[in-house]
């Protein structure tokens, strides 16, 4: 995926995971220090990472653009209806290299 690239997940349950496939992205310059998974701009929530299925951490971007590495992603949101996130990567200095835009949407009623 480009750095501005969308990926759109399929309606979901609340409460419910769903395993997406892996997002290639990334056409900054530089070493990635570390990948973020947000959901609107927060970590930890409806989007996540999955552990040790990134190939982002050991990446490293050129000049001329080259370079991708894979970020494995899991929806589960917590509320139903549209959901925004990103995964986002960022090189020593907190520079962002490459971004690309998720969104989903929560089925049913409110998890508790």
Do not use: H, N
Not at 31 to 37: G, H, L, N, S
């Amino acid at each position: 995926m480009s750095a501005q690239a969308q990926s759109t997940f399929k309606a979901q349950a609340v409460g419910r995971r769903r395993r997406a496939g892996g997002y290639r992205e990334g056409d900054g310059r530089g070493a990635v220090a570390t990948v973020k998974v947000l959901t609107l701009g927060a970590p930890g929530l409806d989007f996540a990472g999955i552990s040790g299925e990134s190939t982002c951490p050991t990446a490293s971007f050129s000049a001329s653009g080259g370079g991708s590495c894979t970020e494995s992603v899991t929806f589960t949101p917590a509320y139903p209806g549209p959901r925004a996130g990103a995964v986002v990567l960022f090189d020593g200095s907190g520079d962002v290299l490459g971004m690309a835009y998720l969104s989903g949407a929560g089925t049913g009623g409110l998890a508790c």
